[in-house]
């Protein structure tokens, strides 16, 4: 199960905070999967990925209460949780890098706080994608505009290699995504 976070409607569909979102539909758009149905709150694809049965998702609860909707999804599809990859945006990386982890804390993030406290523990894979911290104003305000054309050029870059990241997961998973993935910088020419 591949779930990326992020907030419900068109108002924020291109933002910031909807990078998991983003990443997710980018995904489903390779593999010609369709987000057709909502469970437990969230839009739903089901299908094959490299001949791997996967369910992607998007909670439609509003960012800081997505673990309600990804507790639920789990329990459903008893999926084990080394199986459950959340892909969400990062602050702290810069703009447009990736990094797959296999567990850690929020950092901050509350959207991914609300699934730690919804799933009781932190031990679970992760994808943040960098948004990059603003130069100047409010971090809050920040990830809730949309990216610039420029940056949005070079997040495109970061979502391709977000798919094939969350590929190898799959494939592969957690440990050889990181070796592969983690390594890999994306130019940085767009900040702010």
Not at 11 to 22: E, M, T
Not at 135 to 147: A, H, Q, T
Request: charged fraction near 20%; hydrophobic fraction near 45%; include cysteine.
């Amino acid at each position: 199960m591949i779930v990326g976070l992020g907030n419900p409607g068109q108002k924020y569909a291109k933002s910031r905070h909807n990078v998991g979102f983003q990443c997710v539909d980018a995904l489903a758009a390779v593999y010609a999967l369709s987000f057709d149905k909502i469970q437990f709150k969230a839009l739903t694809a089901q299908g094959e990925i490299e001949d791997v049965a996967v369910v992607l998702a998007k909670p439609l609860t509003f960012m800081n209460l997505s673990g309600q909707s990804v507790r639920s999804l789990v329990q459903w599809y008893q999926v084990g949780l080394e199986d459950l990859l959340v892909v969400y945006d990062d602050l702290d990386l810069p703009l447009g890098h990736i990094r797959l982890r296999a567990s850690g804390g929020a950092g901050g993030h509350k959207g991914m706080l609300s699934v730690i406290q919804a799933l009781g523990t932190q031990e679970f894979p992760r994808l943040r994608v960098g948004i990059g911290r603003p130069v100047r104003g409010d971090p809050e305000m920040y990830v809730l505009r949309n990216f610039t054309r420029t940056q949005w050029t070079l997040m495109k870059r970061a979502y391709d290699e977000a798919v094939a990241a969350m590929v190898c997961f799959l494939t592969e998973g957690i440990t050889a995504a990181m070796n592969r993935f983690n390594a890999v910088v994306i130019n940085d020419q767009a900040r702010g």
